[in-house]
T-cell receptor, first 112, second 115 residues
């Protein structure tokens, strides 16, 4: 069973609209959670990291939240742009140097 | 270099042939990872190198897969006797290594197609 589940699997929104992507995990003990953006044909690029003590963190138009009690994270994108079209991958690190668990991603398409 | 470099970017091979995929990590990064990404699937861990430690090979799907990292820098992933199910994007990532909050830097991947 995948220890990181993302929803929705895919999403289409109009340019300028907001959206929220979800990530639920069962990884324990929890170290941190990263959101990556993967453009088509490219490798993933880190957007933000959430540690146990952090509830919310913003990076430009991206805002990530973390509820460590319910083991849920979200990535909110405001005022979407065409360049936001990509896959967004949630990655949870278990304590241990190479214990990373990847979600299958949400494929976001922003249309004009 | 400025980023993680992978080559070739695309590789088409016949079933049964061997292939070698190359990864050139960011200079100074001690940790190097190989992942496989199949269409519509998440990243699948293959192997992890950290400095001079023995690599973590727990993700390699079969003994047809092997990887080495020479001189603590460039890594080569070798797939012997390729099968059609090996078709995927093979991603390499590197990081400064050893820190829980470390960020992985990914290459653009090698798209492998086995005919």
């Amino acid at each position: 069973k995948n220890q990181v589940e993302q929803s929705p699997q895919s999403l289409i929104i109009l340019e300028g609209k907001n959206c929220t992507l979800q990530c639920n995990y069962t990884v324990s003990p929890f170290s941190n959670l990263r959101w990556y953006k993967q453009d088509t044909g490219r490798g993933p690029v880190s957007l933000t990291i959430m540690t146990f003590s952090e509830n919310t963190k913003s990076n430009g138009r991206y805002t990530a939240t973390l509820d460590a009690d319910t083991k849920q994270s979200s990535l909110h994108i405001t005022a979407s742009q065409l360049s936001d079209s990509a896959s967004y991958i949630c990655v949870v690190r278990e304590t241990g140097a190479n214990n990373l668990f990847f979600g299958t991603g949400t494929r976001l398409t922003v249309i004009p | 270099g400025a980023g993680v470099s992978q080559s070739p970017s695309n590789k088409v091979t016949e079933k049964g042939k061997d292939v070698e995929l190359r990864c050139d990590p960011i200079s100074g990064h001690t940790a190097l990872y190989w992942y496989r990404q199949s269409l519509g699937q998440g990243l699948e861990f293959l192997i992890y190198f950290q400095g001079n430690s023995a690599p973590d090979k727990s993700g390699l799907p079969s003994d047809r897969f092997s990887a080495e990292r020479t001189g603590g820098s460039v890594s080569t992933l070798t797939i012997q006797r390729t099968q059609q199910e090996d078709s995927a994007v093979y991603l390499c990532a590197s990081s400064s290594g050893g820190q829980p909050a470390e960020k992985l830097f990914f290459g653009s991947g090698t798209q492998l197609s086995v005919l």
